[in-house]
């Protein structure tokens, strides 16, 4: 069946439907309206006609990409959508291929990534009568398991009910707080007739319906007036609204510190950048967040969690605080600010610059000295890298030749090495905490990928690939030993689809977050052990170029600039010291402090 859209010429604003279309190429067809270019997922039974669909359009809609795993393919849908900003689209099959996607669903639910999630049903006529992998209501409830991770969640029942639950699951994927939206349909509704006449214009798909609080704005404003100094802590959902926020930082000389995932936003060597709070956070921004001379912090785009705020710590959640967020739920977890300020952050800094300007241009002035600054200057640069402005731990491991190498040694050279346009997505675990600490780069494009809301091993391994295909760039994927073995098979992924991706195990023989962790928290040690293993010669019986890097030479002489035009992914096995502790003491204590609360 060959398929072609209907001739909007009488009509422009009506995109019209063929009758020969069914179920399956409806789905197709908003998803072409949206731009979407891949769908990621695994094939089966039920799905199947999802696949049909799409095969039918190969070359004129979204391309098929077939994971290893149904994790690997959200997670790879994950990748695509915070690259591109379009809708992440992965699907598969019933029963297990459903509960498999979810690990993936959780990650884009707690990082609020835009998500639409398509898993099949056996055919209606089955339901209740135990089929094979039937995930109805009355046996393995997968729309029931969906619930609590999905920002829209729903079991198709009828035909004529496609067209307008997957209208609601796209708006609801991204409205605020963006989302994963979850569809489950039956194979038979797949391949049944569409009913719907005509499609629903991209433009109403997605639509930004945020509105800004101008009252409190102003209130802030009249803050701001008899404030004399400012710092800032800034998100991850700062993207967007960045150039006004570093003009406000200029304007009225605020330090700054972000939290682990809103360091992708800024130069890591601006003069008044001072590095991480929270987790494997730095000591010039624990300084800055207690300095007394500061009189207002502004929290912007942060959801306030636990790692981004050194377990809700009250030298920052305080009275002090103004939280100015676009997601109203957000505020539900710093109830001690002094204002929340809900809307596009954009355009509230847009307003508070125009105040400022005025201020300054009738005498206003912001030159109270910065004391964390100026203690910092006498007496912390690194001898060698006059560029920070942060207080690093143990500042001489980055120049070690010692072997192993030391992580530090290791984070610090890729920061200098990796081209700022290569993708960097950093793995669950400990370099986790070593790329928080120890990665500072001048590129502010936020091209420095974290998920650190649901932790999931592995996820930088096919947010990596899904990125690469959204971005057309190299990409890097920094992960462990740990989360390689039960992940690593996605790089066959990368390998047939020529994608120039660059996979760095950090090899230290152990799940080193565990090792670690126990140590730190004098637990047991147990459970953490991982065999010996040469992951460049894994890499190379599946045709893959593998290096092994365990010498300061090797590491100096790694050409990323040559790995990143090859058509083709690259594995790095990197040997690490395992005996070197990362900067997480204050996760350990985390996981021990159960009266934790915010703003407690």
Not at 17 to 43: C, H, M, Q, R, T
Not at 345 to 365: C, M, P, T, Y
Not at 430 to 442: D, K, L, P, Q, V
Request: glycine share 10%.
């Amino acid at each position: 069946m060959k398929l072609s859209l209907v001739s909007k010429k009488n009509n422009p604003n009506k995109q019209l439907i063929k009758n020969s279309w069914d179920n399956a190429d409806l789905i197709i067809e908003y998803l072409n309206l949206l731009e979407v270019e891949y769908v990621f997922g695994v094939p089966g039974g039920a799905i199947e006609p999802m696949y049909n669909a799409l095969s039918r359009y190969q070359g004129k809609g979204p391309k098929i990409i077939v994971a290893r795993h149904e994790a690997g393919a959200a997670f790879m849908a994950e990748g695509y959508a915070r690259e591109t900003g379009k809708l992440g689209v992965c699907c598969a099959t019933t029963g297990p291929g459903a509960t498999n996607l979810l690990t993936g669903v959780a990650s884009a639910y707690v990082d609020n990534i835009p998500m639409l999630v398509i898993t099949a049903q056996t055919p209606l006529p089955k339901f209740g009568r135990n089929a094979l992998q039937e995930s109805s209501c009355t046996a393995i409830d997968t729309v029931g398991i969906f619930r609590h991770c999905t920002r829209y969640n729903t079991l198709v029942s009828h035909t004529e009910q496609l067209n307008a639950k997957l209208i609601s699951a796209i708006m609801a994927a991204f409205r605020v707080p963006a989302g994963p939206s979850h569809i489950s349909i039956p194979s038979d509704i797949l391949r049944a007739s569409s009913s719907t006449s005509e499609l629903t214009q991209a433009d109403k798909l997605v639509h930004d319906f945020a509105l800004t609080d101008n009252a409190a704005v102003h209130k802030l404003m009249d803050i701001l007036k008899k404030t004399k100094r400012v710092a800032l802590f800034l998100g991850k959902g700062c993207g967007s609204a960045i150039e006004p926020i570093m003009e406000f930082a200029e304007l009225t000389r605020s330090p700054i510190i972000t939290g682990p995932a809103g360091k992708r936003w800024i130069n890591g060597f601006h003069p008044l950048y001072r590095g991480v709070f929270g987790f494997a956070g730095h000591k010039s921004a624990e300084e800055t967040i207690k300095d007394k001379t500061i009189d207002l912090l502004l929290a912007i785009g942060t959801p306030i969690t636990e790692l981004g705020t050194g377990g809700w710590q009250s030298h920052l959640l305080n009275e002090k605080l103004v939280h100015i967020d676009s997601a109203i739920e957000h505020f539900s977890r710093s109830p001690m600010a002094r204002l929340h300020v809900c809307g596009d952050i954009k355009s509230v800094f847009e307003q508070l610059n125009a105040d400022i300007i005025l201020g300054l241009k009738w005498g206003r002035k912001w030159n109270a000295p910065d004391p964390v600054k100026q203690n910092y200057l006498a007496h912390h640069i690194p001898s060698n890298d006059h560029g920070y402005q942060i207080r690093l731990n143990d500042p001489a491991s980055c120049y070690s030749n010692q072997v192993p190498l030391k992580p530090q040694k290791v984070v610090t050279k890729f920061a200098k090495k990796i081209p700022s346009e290569f993708r960097v997505h950093i793995d669950a675990g400990n370099a986790w905490a070593w790329f928080t600490h120890y990665f500072h780069r001048s590129s502010a494009k936020g091209h420095y990928h974290i998920a650190m809301g649901f932790g999931s091993m592995g996820w930088a391994i096919g947010a990596s690939i899904g990125n690469s295909f959204g971005s057309k760039q190299p990409a890097v994927c920094i992960t462990g030993d740990g989360s390689y073995l039960m992940a690593g098979q996605e790089i066959t992924v990368a390998l047939q689809h020529q994608l120039p991706v660059i996979f760095v195990v950090l090899n230290d023989g152990a799940l080193g977050m565990v090792k670690h962790g126990q140590k730190l928290g004098n637990a047991e040690e147990v459970g953490f052990e991982l065999p010996e293993i040469n992951y460049a010669k894994m890499a190379e019986a599946m045709g893959i170029m593998g290096i092994t890097v365990a010498t300061p030479a090797e590491l100096n002489n790694i050409d990323w600039r040559e790995l990143g035009k090859r058509n083709a992914p690259t594995l790095i096995n990197l040997i690490i010291d395992p005996n070197e502790v990362p900067p997480m003491g204050q996760r350990v204590k985390g996981l021990g402090d159960s009266s934790a609360t915010p703003g407690g």
